[in-house]
């Protein structure tokens, strides 16, 4: 079994910093890719940005030069790193990952709230 554990969620003001992680643990697996996924109130869920083994990434056009998506493959862990936060921003941010015990499988994490807010 594997769990992905998500951190870093909060209040910042407009044009503030946050930094997201997620670690996945367990034993005997194998990640693909990861990605951070977030859904607004009343919204559907939409892609924020991935990363495709160590180095192929993928942004929303929303978040373009704001964002920055990176991988710690010896910890099992990818980290968002969010600057210029807008109010638009506000969402759950999920932490998503392709994960091989026997078959390849999506998994996903709790969530975690970001507020952007004067």
């Known amino acids: 079994q594997v769990q992905l554990v998500e951190s870093g969620g909060g209040l910042v003001q407009p044009g503030g910093s946050l930094r997201l992680s997620c670690a996945a643990s367990g034993s005997s697996f194998s990640i693909r890719a990861m990605a951070w996924y977030r859904q607004a109130p009343g919204k559907q869920r939409e892609l924020v940005a991935a990363?495709?083994?160590?180095?192929?990434?993928t942004y929303a056009d929303s978040v373009k030069d704001r964002f920055t998506i990176s991988r710690d493959n010896a910890k099992n862990t990818v980290y968002l790193q969010m600057n210029s936060l807008k109010p638009e921003d506000t969402a759950v941010y999920y932490c998503?990952?392709?994960?091989?015990?026997?078959?390849?499988?999506?998994?996903w994490g709790q969530g975690t709230q970001v507020t952007v807010s004067s």
């Open positions: 998503y990952a392709d994960i091989l015990i026997t078959t390849w499988e999506p998994y």
């Open positions: 990363v495709i083994g160590d180095t192929t990434t």
